[in-house]
Each structure stands twice: as structure tokens, then as C-alpha cells.
């Protein structure tokens, strides 16, 4: 079965902090896509990246930056210098190579202080 | 880029009536699309997947006929909530998918859903 485990549920961090944000998942597929998405509180799914499974090259995106490791079936993602309006929900998923359903984590919720 | 566009934002309904929600894709074809249900601080829970032409496709669990799903054309799915009752208020957010690009699916807004 597939499954999306973030084992974060809430991290707060003062703000110009770095943050990960880890997030592990199964899969018997050899064949798939991981995501990153943002949730504010508005609800809409802001998308951040989407990563094929034949490539674990890290990517960096301004502030973001993500690593995804096969070996250890993770794809944790890094917020450096984070600022206020980091704060949301993040939600890392797995995607279906077939269905393209998204099966989601749990979400983490960034708190940033000021 | 794709557009996926959800329609209301924010609906409030009394117990007992039934109300619709439509997820277009605006600029291009989607052969399917996806239903998912998201309750206050938890994840995305897919509901169903909507096939253009045919009978949709419901998780476990997911009562079909409570949630009714039409995907008459590939720009359009609607979502009929029926004989809706409290615990049906959540957030209802639907995804389609750019039958000619094989990488994702793109998200509407979502829909926020009370039912009073």
C-alpha cells in the first residue's frame, strides 16, 4: 500500500531560522511523482515541486530547497532564512503513475514568529 | 499554466438540502478529475475519481450515493452533496488531470462547505 508520513505535525520557528520539514513514504511502485504542496489559510493548494522517482537530484528554488533520497524513501523539505509569510500548512504527496491520485501526508503546520 | 477553477468558494446550506459544486478546467482537457474531502487541521482524503463519460469511481468508505459526481464533459465535474447534514461540512477540493501531459494534476481553490 502506499503511504505519505510526516511526522511533523507543528513546528514553530522564529523567523530568519532555517526549517526542515521531513516527510517519508512507501510505495511498491518503481514508477512515481512526489510533491510538495502550501496550504494557507485560505485553503487553496499552492504547489511547490514535483519530483519523478529517477531523479534524486536536490532541487533549490530561492529559500526552498528539497532533498529526495530513494535509499531511505524520503523527501524532506528545507526552508532557509524562513520569514512570517512561510506560514502555512505543507503537505508532501505521492502520486499514482497510473490513477494520478495524490495520496497526501498528514501536513505539517509552520509557525513563523516574528 | 493549467488552470483548474472551483466554483463557490464558500457555500452554506441548511440540513436536509442538497448542493452542488463544479470543478472546471479552463484551458484544457481533463479526462478525469478527483474528488477530495479535507475536515478541519487534517489531510486530503481523495473521494472519488470522476471518469468524463462514465460512472465515477468512489474510495471506501465514500457513500455514493450522498456524493454525487457527473462529468458530463472534459472541462466540467460537479459534486452533489445530497441531503446534506452537519457532518458534512468540509472542505471539498477537486483536481483534473491534463490528458495529454503525464506529470500531475492541478488543484482548484476548493470549496469551503457549512452546513447549518
Redesign the interface.
Known sequence: AQKVTQAQTEISVVEKEDVTLDCVYETRDTTYYLFWYKQPPSGELVFLIRRNSFDEQNEISGRYSWNFQKSTSSFNFTITASQVVDSAVYFCALSEPRTYKYIFGTGTRLKVLA | GAVVSQHPSRVICKSGTSVKIECRSLDFQAT?M?W?RQFP??????MA?SNEGSKATYEQGVEKDKFLINHASLTLSTLTVTSAHPEDSS?Y?C?A?DQWKN????????T?LTVV
Open positions: 478525469t478527483f477530495y487541521k487534517k489531510s486530503l482524503m481523495l475519481t472542505f477540493i483536481s488531470r506529470t500531475e494534476a492541478f488543484f482548484g481553490q476548493g469551503r
